[in-house]
């Protein structure tokens, strides 16, 4: 029997972030996962970022967390998307070297001297008396921690469909995690499914790339992550990605073949990702539009595979190849692997607190695709915030919970553990009232100091962005001063254009140009928002309310009220504001009744 701090079950996306949360902090953990090879594998498309998962890998890289400086090392084509929008919206998405990215996150898993890595299949979770004790693997191996973070992915009794062909298996390549629903089931959790689809991989050299339009990488890119030194870099060879369309004969061989897709036979039974539909439910669910987007991405500068953004499908092999080589460009096309649709157990996030521990289970986390979300970066924040509250609890210190103005990934968990999924969910910024104050730009002044509080973020990182933000705040005292802000604030006048002819300018690194403009252009919305923020949640979000609180004894309360509040379980006043159906008179009793209970009036609990 082996004993450690924490023990992480699974090494993917969030896995990775968990354990590393843990060991870098000192705590002896066990990276448990069933191919140590396949640790932060890509199971689909090979990019990292993109519209606010962009905003995510910021936020998660100025906690202390990885991805950004693992696609920093294997990005081969970066794009700053919205670029001509609004800077709460601009996103970057860095396209990675598939191999190289986990190879990466492999390296840094090896590099932690109180992380061990573990080959082998968790079954059972052991618990005693409300509270985690260890875990079981599959060969007998035991395994005792005080806190567990579950992050099974797409593995939990999942089943792979490629036409009529059904296969028991995570992801192609790799088996599916059999015994730990009943374990979970067994401690009272419910288990619900979803389905996820990936499209064919296609071989770059039966491609006809003159019948695509060219997308280059942005010539000079920056790194994604604080860490990463600005030279050299790119640290890999750019490429191209390339763009085609589907036809009407595409859509006329999907349409004919319906009858062959698992999804529309009825055999995948759950429900998959809305803003990531197959290629045949687009044909379905738009079927006014005459042609669908076709990124063509390649997997790495050495590797011969294209990854075909927009196909996933799991229709038959023969109908696959048939219907992509309608699409301009892939006349010829062979394929190494055909797209397929995977069915896995995911656990219902409102069983949650907002610190990613489990209600019913002490020390028990979940995080990752567990969870019902869908994407690489949605899983590596909840597996960092998990994998940081499981090592505060261990620690005996005070667990993270990030405000919804701090940061997107706030709002990631506090929907879901909130509002729960009917659906596969991913992170846009319109899910955030405070999006014009939650910026890519800006992750690292709002974040830093809550990483070096948990003890990822170096005194020294920390001291840099502080610096930043004393230089923002200074350069915009002396444009006021030199009476330049009004100038500043007009659309078509940039910062460098402002102060070029200046001799006082001073010498600021370029992230801290951009947020001085982003700043003063934006002051009077970003006014706005505050003020909205002070008049409506924040407080609300500090004022916790206590697990013990009886609902039945809030005086006035309708017992709709009672059961909505009794089942989402709110932890603060904030929370319970979010949930659907309760309206302000309920919540003004809930306020009443921890008033008179914090001042211990008669009858308080
Ligand atoms: C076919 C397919 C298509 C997808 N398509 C998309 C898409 O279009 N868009 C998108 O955003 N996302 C897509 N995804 C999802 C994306 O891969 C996930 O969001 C992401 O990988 C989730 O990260 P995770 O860490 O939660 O889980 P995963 O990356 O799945 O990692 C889970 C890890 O847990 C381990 N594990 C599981 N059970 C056990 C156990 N009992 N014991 C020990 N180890 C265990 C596995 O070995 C694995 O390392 C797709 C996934 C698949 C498989």
């Given at each position: 029997m082996q004993s450690f701090d924490v023990i992480v079950i699974g090494l993917g996306h969030a896995g990775c972030e968990a354990a590393l949360a843990c060991a870098r902090v000192g705590l002896k953990t066990a990276g448990v996962t069933l191919r140590a090879d396949r640790a932060a594998v890509m199971s689909c498309n090979p990019a990292i970022g993109g519209t606010a998962k962009g905003h995510l890998v910021r936020e998660l890289d100025a906690l202390g967390g990885q991805m950004a400086r693992a696609a920093?090392?294997?990005?081969?084509?970066?794009?700053?998307?919205n670029a001509s929008k609004g800077p709460a919206v601009r996103a970057t998405r860095v396209l990675c070297d598939r191999d190289a990215y986990a190879r990466t996150m492999q390296a840094s898993l090896a590099a932690e001297?109180?992380?061990?890595?573990?080959?082998?299949?968790?079954?059972v979770l052991h618990v005693e008396h409300g509270r985690v004790r260890g875990v079981e693997l599959a060969d007998g191996r035991q395994l005792v921690a005080p806190a567990v973070v579950v992050t099974t992915g797409t593995?939990?009794?999942?089943?792979?469909?490629?036409?009529?062909?059904k296969e028991v298996g995570g992801r192609l390549g790799d088996a599916a995690a059999t015994g730990l629903s009943d374990s979970l089931r067994g401690l009272g959790f419910v288990l619900a499914r979803f389905k996820t689809g990936t499209p064919a991989r296609l071989k770059r050299s039966t491609i006809d790339f003159s019948r695509c339009e060219r997308q280059p990488s942005d010539p000079a890119p920056r790194p994604f992550s604080l860490r990463t030194p600005a030279a050299p870099f790119p640290l890999q060879p750019l490429l191209d990605c390339w763009v085609t369309h589907t036809q009407a004969s595409t859509h006329e061989v999907l349409r004919s073949n319906l009858h062959r897709s698992p999804l529309y036979r009825g055999d995948i039974v759950?429900?998959?990702?809305r803003y990531c539909p197959s290629v045949e439910d687009k044909v379905v669910r738009f079927a006014s539009k005459v042609r669908h987007t076709v990124f063509l991405e390649p997997e790495g500068p050495s590797s011969d595979l294209v990854y075909p953004a927009g196909l996933s499908t799991s229709l038959p092999a023969e109908v696959q190849l048939q219907f992509l080589r309608t699409i301009p460009g892939l006349e010829a096309v062979e394929v190494e692997r055909f797209g397929y649709a995977v069915e896995y157990d995911f656990a219902p996030p409102t069983q949650l607190r907002p610190t990613l521990e489990t209600r019913a289970v002490g020390g028990l986390f979940f995080a990752g695709q567990l969870n019902g979300t869908s994407g690489y970066e949605e899983a590596a924040f909840q597996g960092l915030v998990a994998g940081i509250n499981a090592g505060l609890q261990v620690r005996g210190q005070p667990a993270l919970v990030l405000g919804r103005e701090e940061a997107h990934g706030a709002v990631l968990l506090d929907e879901l553990v909130?509002?729960?999924?009917?659906?596969?969910?991913?992170?846009?910024?319109?899910?955030?009232?405070h999006r014009l104050k939650l910026r890519e730009g800006n992750a690292a002044l709002r974040l830093s100091a809550h990483g070096h509080r948990v003890g990822l973020v170096a005194a020294d990182e920390l001291a840099r962005v502080e610096g930043w933000r004393q230089a923002i705040d200074g350069e915009i005292q002396r444009l006021g001063s030199q009476r330049l802000l009004t100038a500043l604030k007009r659309p078509e006048v940039t910062y460098d254009s402002l102060v070029a002819a200046d001799p006082a300018r001073p010498d600021l690194p370029r992230c801290v140009q951009e947020e001085v403009e982003v700043e003063v252009k934006y002051a009077g919305y970003i006014a706005m928002a505050d003020a909205s923020l002070a008049r409506s949640h924040t407080g609300f979000d500090h004022w916790s309310i206590p697990d013990a609180l009886r609902w039945e004894e809030v005086p006035g309360l309708s017992s709709e009220a009672r059961e909505r509040l009794a089942r989402g379980k709110p932890g603060s006043i904030g929370h319970a504001r979010r949930l659907l159906g309760l309206n302000p008179s309920a919540i003004g009793l809930?306020?009443?009744?921890?008033?008179?209970?914090?001042?211990?009036?008669?009858?308080?609990t």
């Open positions: 920093d090392q294997a990005g081969t084509h970066f794009v700053t998307l001297p109180q992380l061990c890595v573990i080959e082998g299949e968790v079954r593995f939990l009794q999942a089943l792979m469909h490629l036409g009529p062909v759950g429900r998959g990702p909130t509002h729960g999924v009917d659906e596969p969910f991913r992170m846009f910024t319109s899910r955030s009232e809930v306020l009443v009744h921890l008033k008179r209970l914090r001042q211990g009036a008669p009858g308080s």
